[in-house]
């Protein structure tokens, strides 16, 4: 069977997001971390995951990036292409999602597609093209506090029109609800004058209709909501059938860390709750600068509290410290003090026989499993909505859970360990 559905996520958290919505249609997913440089078999696989770390690139590299893994992709033949950001459509007035888009849809000859950032099921919803978080504006969501992309604007046809020369539409939740024969006509309507649609969505059910609508896209974008319903497309085809056990992994021994880089209000709720009964060790990155802490250290406390585990290391914070870090560091040099830390933790522990990582934040769980060498990861039952747990392809196979940071209820970081045993 051939590989129906070929995706390019922005981050490795990204990735697993909508490596687990295809796997809870019935597709069996693998998630490749960075475009492979060796062959891997992908003969059981029905959609293939790409997770870059381009979300906070510059453009032009971010398009480099993402056109290079379309290329590989391509040699699948695959029936259909997805490129995959963030529910709260992160990105900067520079990009990087038009411009990753733009250069995506001129590769593949095409003139118009989609742009749904919409994920009900985590409160994600657009209605008259304003995107809100859980019932509030974007820009009043505390996403305005993102210390590297903040969304003070929740007009998604205004954003994604300051990041490309392409005129940008919108169907109304009006036309979404009459069902998806009416929505494609709608598509293939608004497509003659526009290059990306807006789709109001308010529920799951409109998400399904929506995704329907676009079986006959090349290139669909969107967070990973948009997944939902695609695979419906292709059994309605006759190319595929839904698999019974797409999301079935087998156990794996060892000892178990949870990691954490994120810095949104979720993960620092998770953080409070988990480091409440759990050993735990904060990172600051003034102290990594000042040399007053060092992975020889994080290390060393790991191996003296490991028979009290799981432990938990992090650096996520409220907004007024990561602003102070950043003022006194720079914003790139604060970020990448902590994955650096992390980075070398991971490799680290992993040597020590730690085979079970939770890791929250998009840039921590890139770091992470650029430093244990992970290239593929088996996608499993999900933990939360939008966060699976992955296998890695190996002869001895290690477990992870990487999580968005705005992802997960307050005992996340328990449940995903509990799912590991």
Known sequence: MSVLLGCIADDFT????????LVASGMHTVQLLGVPEKPVDLSQADAVVIALKSRTQEPDQAVADSLEALQWLRQLECSQYYFKYCSTFDSTDKGNIGPVADALLAALGETFTVASPALPVNGRTVYNGYLFANGVLLNESGMEHHPLTPMRDANLLRILSAQTSGKVGLIVHDTLAQGSAITRSALVTLAEDYRYAIVDVLSQDDLVTLSHACADLRLVTGSSGLAVGLADNFEARGVFRKRQDAAELPPVAGDAVVLSGSCSKATRDQVDAFKSTHPALKICPLALHNAELNADQVVHWFIEHRAQGPVLIYASDHPEAVSHSQTLL???????????LMSEVARRLSDLGVTRFVVAG???SGAAVQALGITALKIGPAIAPGVPLTQTLEQTPRLLALKSGNFGEREFFTQALEMMQ
């Open 14 to 21: 990204g990735a697993s997001d909508l490596a687990s919505f």
């Open 330 to 340: 720079g914003i790139e040099q604060a970020g990448q003090r902590i994955e650096e």
């Open 362 to 364: 998009g840039e921590t």
